[in-house]
């Protein structure tokens, strides 16, 4: 069974300061990696996908299937990226399963 | 460039009432993914939709069901209401019923009392 697991609930940081967001998975396929954010007030939406291995907003993430793992970074944490971060997986065959989520808070 | 809508934005009933919730996908989007997601966790999937066909569906009772319509929006319906459906319901469309590039409308938080 696929599943996500994202170990920290809540994650604050200071302005300027790296940021990692952790995230793990299981699966024993090729899984495709997504990472999702939700601003205050706003809806769900994507924000970057292993695939395609770009930096949105200044952040990157990459697939460690060594380690099973999609950790989300980068480097000097904005006070605009306080929002909730969720990471999804799926293999393309089976609906995009999520984990529960950590909210990033970035102190000024 | 229309993007998902859904309503009601917010309902509440009783146990044991029934509730249809709606949701138009974004246009060019066939398919229709709807999700719950209770207060702290992540969305679960209930089910897909796919040209008017289920195509999918999670550890959801018989009593969570859904229609897909000719223009791809979709219904998500629970019958005999529990306690623990409180919850905010997320419908999610895409080009395609095998991506996770989901795009998701704001949602319908049900209360259940």
């Known amino acids: 069974a696929q599943r996500v697991t994202q170990p920290e609930k809540l994650l604050s940081v200071f302005k300027g300061a790296p940021v990692e967001l952790k995230c793990n998975y299981s699966?024993?396929?090729?899984?495709?990696l997504f990472w999702y954010v939700q601003y205050s007030r706003q809806r769900l939406q994507l924000l970057l996908r292993?695939?395609s291995r770009e930096s949105i907003k200044g952040f990157t993430a990459d697939l460690n299937k060594g380690e099973t793992s999609f950790h989300l970074k980068k480097p000097f944490a904005q006070e605009e990226d306080s929002a909730m971060y969720y990471c999804?997986?799926?293999?393309?065959?089976?609906?995009?399963?999520f984990g529960k989520g950590t909210r990033l808070s970035v102190i000024a | 460039e229309t993007g998902v809508t859904q309503s009601p934005t917010h309902l509440i009933k009783t146990r044991g009432q029934q509730v249809t919730l709606r949701c138009s996908s974004q246009s060019g989007h066939n398919t229709v993914s709807w999700y719950q997601q209770a207060l702290g966790q992540g969305p679960q999937f209930i089910f897909q939709y796919y040209r008017e066909e289920e195509n999918g569906r999670g550890n959801f009772p018989p009593r969570f069901s859904g229609l897909q319509f000719p223009n791809y929006s979709s219904e998500l319906n629970v019958n005999a209401l529990e306690l623990d459906d409180s919850a905010l319901y997320l419908c999610?469309?895409?080009?395609?019923?095998?991506?996770?590039?989901?795009?998701f409308g704001e949602g319908s938080r049900l209360t259940v009392l």
């Open positions: 999610a469309s895409s080009d395609s019923p095998h991506t996770g590039e989901l795009f």
């Open positions: 292993h695939i």
């Open positions: 999804a997986l799926t293999s393309g065959n089976t609906p995009l399963v």
């Open positions: 699966y024993s396929g090729s899984p495709e």
